[in-house]
C-alpha cells in the first residue's frame, strides 16, 4: 500500500478531530457516571429499591464497562481505528436514544451497554493522539488533549442538574445521543489513508 506524506492541513484536521470528539466524549463520560446511580433509583423501580441495591447495580455496569477498554484496545490493534470509533460513537447514540423512556430490568441492560461504549472511547484518542503526534510534541498533545477533557467535564455536573429539572433524564439521554451522532459524523471526516508518521486510521 502506498504510503503518503501527511500535510499540515490534514494535520491540523486530524487534531481538530480529536479535541472536538474529545470535549464532547468527556461531556457524556461524565454525564453518565455521575447520573447513573439516579437514573437507576428512577428507573428500576423494585429491582433497586434500596441505596445499597442501587450501589450494587452501579458497581456491575461500571465493572463490566472497564472490560471495554481492553475491547477497544484490541480491535484498534487489528482494525482501522476510524471504523472502530465510528462503531463506538454510533453504538452510543443508538444505546442513549433506547434509553430514554426504558424502565426495569430493559433499562439495566441498555445501561451496560451504553457505558461499555462510553468507555470503550476512552483510549480511541489518545491513540490517535500517539498515531498522529510526532513524537516531541506528543507530551503536549497529550497535556492539551486532557485539559479539554477535565473542562468539559467540570461543566457536566450542573448541566445535568439543569437538564434533569427541565425534562428529567429522557432529556438528558436525547442530548447525548446527539452528541454521540455529533461525534460520529466527526470521525467520518478522518482520513482514511496510511501517512509517512502515522499507522492507518
Known sequence: MEVRAITRQTLVKIFA???????????IFQSTTFALPRIFTERLGELAGTAT???WYAFLVFSLAALAQLVIGYLVDHHSLRLVFAAVALLQAIFFYLMTHLEGMTALLVS???MFVVFGQI?????????????????????LRYVVTFSVMASAV????WIHANGGFSRLFGLLAVAALMIFG????????????GQQV
Request: net charge positive; charged share 15%.
Open 186 to 197: 466527526a470521525v467520518l471526516l478522518l482520513p482514511r489513508a496510511n501517512h509517512s508518521f
Open 53 to 55: 441495591m442501587v450501589g
Open 123 to 143: 483510549p480511541i484518542n489518545d491513540v490517535l493522539v500517539g498515531r498522529m503526534a510526532r513524537s516531541e510534541w506528543r507530551s503536549r498533545a497529550y497535556a
Open 17 to 27: 478531530i480529536i479535541f472536538f470528539t474529545t470535549a464532547i466524549g468527556g461531556l
Open 158 to 161: 450542573p448541566l445535568i442538574g
Open 112 to 114: 451496560i451497554g451504553f
